[in-house]
């Protein structure tokens, strides 16, 4: 099964800091997503990418840039934290479908992230 | 791009009543349509996606859905629900070309009542 890593389960920023969430998948998959869940908004898309070096914003992009030197990492920045920024960030992998491999997403734990 | 709307933020219901959870989506060209659930603090976990072929598609824990192209809608459906079946339920859409990323609905709370 594809695994979908996100490096902190909780993390407490101060306001202004920038912040690097990071997560890694381990099936060389192209498409890769950066999501944040706030409740009765669902899951609202932020930036994705489509190969290395390669993103494109989403719907919230505002106060937010990513970044992927390599396939499987992708990792969102933070450049100057906001109390509105606090939320759940969610980072998922797509898989292809091919190879047998039926197509889906594949998400990661999430990263609560509160900033004070 | 897509769309998606989940017409239901709250269904209250009581335990062993059947449930439906409204989806519609929004689409050009064709699409996968998927159901997530998250249970309280946990993860997100596909409960059940559809990508071709039949219509009608089960999960493994008696929900099902249909997907309706006329009416462009997803429906979530289970005939008796149990008090574990308590949790968010979202609604999700890819386009099946260009860069098919996952657009969610706003999510639908289903709270069992015994």
């Known amino acids: 099964d594809v695994k979908v890593t996100q490096s902190s389960r909780y993390l407490v920023k101060r306001t202004g800091e920038k912040v690097f969430l990071e997560c890694v998948q381990d099936?060389?998959?192209?498409?890769m997503f950066w999501y944040r869940q706030d409740p009765g908004l669902g899951l609202r898309l932020i930036y994705f990418?489509?190969?290395?070096?390669?993103?494109e914003k989403g719907d919230i992009p505002e106060g937010y840039s990513v970044s992927r030197e390599k396939k499987e990492r992708f990792s969102l920045i933070l450049e100057s934290a906001s109390t509105n920024q606090t939320s759940m960030y969610l980072c998922?992998?797509?898989?292809?479908?091919?190879?047998?491999?039926?197509?889906?997403?594949?998400f990661g734990s999430g990263t609560r992230l509160t900033v004070v | 791009a897509q769309s998606v709307t989940q017409l239901d933020s709250q269904v209250p219901v009581f335990e062993e009543a059947p449930v439906e959870l409204r989806c519609n989506y929004s689409s050009s060209v064709s699409v996968y349509l998927f159901w997530y659930v998250q249970y309280p603090n946990q993860g997100l976990q596909l409960l059940l996606k559809?990508?071709?072929?039949?219509?009608l598609v089960e999960s493994i824990n008696g929900f099902e859905a249909e997907f309706n192209k006329s009416q462009t809608s997803f429906h979530l459906r289970k005939p008796s629900v149990h008090i574990s079946d308590t949790a968010e339920y979202f609604c999700?859409?890819?386009?099946?070309?260009?860069?098919?990323?996952?657009?969610f609905g706003q999510g639908t709370r289903l709270t069992i009542n015994p």
């Open positions: 559809y990508l071709s072929g039949s219509t």
């Open positions: 099936m060389d998959h192209e498409n």
């Open positions: 999700a859409v890819s386009e099946d070309q260009g860069a098919q990323k996952l657009v």
């Open positions: 998922a992998s797509r898989v292809p479908g091919t190879g047998g491999i039926i197509y889906g997403y594949t």
């Open positions: 990418s489509y190969d290395v070096k390669m993103k």
